[in-house]
């Protein structure tokens, strides 16, 4: 029988793992545990479209939420297959360009970076104790979001401040989003049928967190997120870019001290704070398109214009375009948004498909240009099988997926 792996994905309030076949990609179990920290906290479980939901009432928090996953491996008898736990880790600072095996050594540098991403590390680290825990004697590999973008050129990731803040603080421009950007760009070449060396890419990633990253060779060039996943485009929650002076002018206007400004900016703006309806891209664009909801409609021409913008300037380190790919969630699903913003990049001479544009989601991929545009893509990610395939090399078992180095 064939190894499993394990994915973790952990959030503050959330517990998101899969379970799947090391080989093939294909998922033999997950499972969402939310509210945790909370009385009603419960973990749902998925197998081949079978849910089942558990209270976590006993033990409301990430160390439950694993303990539950692995008596549902036990009643599945695939306990003793897993053989290898991934991690999703976001910030991994300059420390890491490329996957690691967890150690003492690991954890206190990862602990290191808390400053750099507070919302994220931090449930990070608790998600690699809960399975540690959980597995103990299985190897952990921590898989970074910040790792693609190490080939960022220096006057890419380098802000305009005086250079103590770099040296001395790591100030700087990271990106995030790197194990989707990885495995798209992999794809995406196999689809075009070339080499990922020749490859010249513009890849929007747009989920709940947004980003677009120019790939060139199969390296990050430039990258919209940047110190923080606050950077960029506007997201469900996160306004993205904006004047740092409006830090100071938020707190002078409502009171409000610094920390609660950043709460803000990344809690209460995006879709949410523009639309006043909902964080919620699906319901947005239902909103927009059945009732002409006026803040519905200016959080998609906000998002749609924002988006075109760091397109086109993607364009620039890449000085070729093969395709303009779109990925996540969003981008795998929400038609509208990408028929406005294509609306938008008619100088780049892109021009979409309608009727390829509204075939091609929920899990179909594939070109959605019109002929003698450059090509436009919607590729799904598989961040989970990315995962699974660095826990397999740095673990120490056979991989049978070898594409990334074609």
């Known amino acids: 029988m064939e190894d499993l792996i ?25 499972c969402l545990a939310a509210k945790l920290g909370q009385a009603d906290a419960y973990i749902t479980f998925n197998r081949r479209g079978n849910r089942s ?34 991690h999703r880790v976001v910030h991994g600072g300059e420390h890491y360009s490329d996957s690691v095996r967890i150690d003492d050594k690991v954890i206190a540098a990862l602990e290191a970076c808390i400053a750099l991403a507070p919302l994220h590390n931090p449930a990070n680290l608790t998600g690699i104790r809960a399975a540690q825990a959980a597995f103990p004697g299985l190897p952990n590999v921590a898989v ?33 989003h790197g194990t989707a950007y990885r495995y798209v760009t992999r794809e995406t070449a196999a689809i ?12 929007a990633y747009l989920g709940a967190g947004s980003s677009v990253a120019a790939v060139l060779g199969g390296a990050s060039q430039d990258t919209s997120m940047g110190l923080t996943p606050l950077e960029g ?23 409000l001290n ?9 809690q209460k703006s995006g879709l949410l704070g523009l639309s006043e309806l909902s964080a919620d891209m699906r319901i947005i664009e239902k909103s927009a398109i059945q009732q002409g909801h006026a803040g519905a409609l ?32 969003i981008g795998e699903n929400a038609a509208f948004l990408r028929a406005k ?3 938008h990049l008619g100088i780049l001479g892109l021009r979409l498909d309608d009727e390829a544009n509204e075939a091609t989601r929920y899990g179909r991929g594939g070109a959605i240009n019109r002929p003698g545009s450059p090509c436009i893509l919607v590729v799904p990610s598989h961040e989970e099988y990315m995962i699974a395939q660095d826990t397999c090399r740095l673990a120490g078992l056979d991989q049978a997926d070898q594409r990334e180095a074609t």
């Open 341 to 343: 913003t294509i609306a």
């Open 298 to 329: 200016l959080a998609l021409d906000v998002s749609a214009y924002r988006l075109a913008k760091y397109i086109a300037a993607m364009c620039v380190p890449l000085g070729r375009l093969d395709a303009l790919v779109f990925t996540g969630d």
């Open 144 to 176: 970074f979001d910040t790792a693609f973008h190490h080939t960022l050129p220096e006057h890419a990731y380098t802000y305009a401040v005086p250079r103590a803040l770099y040296r001395e603080h790591g100030l700087r421009r990271y990106g995030f």
């Open 233 to 255: 485009l506007v997201m469900d929650t996160r306004s993205g870019d904006i004047d740092p002076g409006a830090f100071e002018f938020i707190e002078n206007a409502t009171g």
């Open 192 to 203: 075009l049928g070339k080499n990922i060396a020749d490859t010249a890419l513009v890849i």
């Open 53 to 86: 939901t558990i209270s976590l009432a006993e033990q409301p928090d990430h160390h439950g939420a694993a303990a539950e996953l692995l008596e549902e491996t036990r009643i599945l008898g695939i306990e003793r297959r897993i053989r290898a736990i991934g």
């Open 258 to 266: 610094s920390a609660q400004v950043t709460a803000l900016l990344n």
């Open 6 to 30: 394990l994915v973790v994905n952990c959030s503050s309030s959330l517990f998101k793992a899969t379970i799947l076949n090391s080989r093939s990609g294909d998922i033999v179990l997950s």
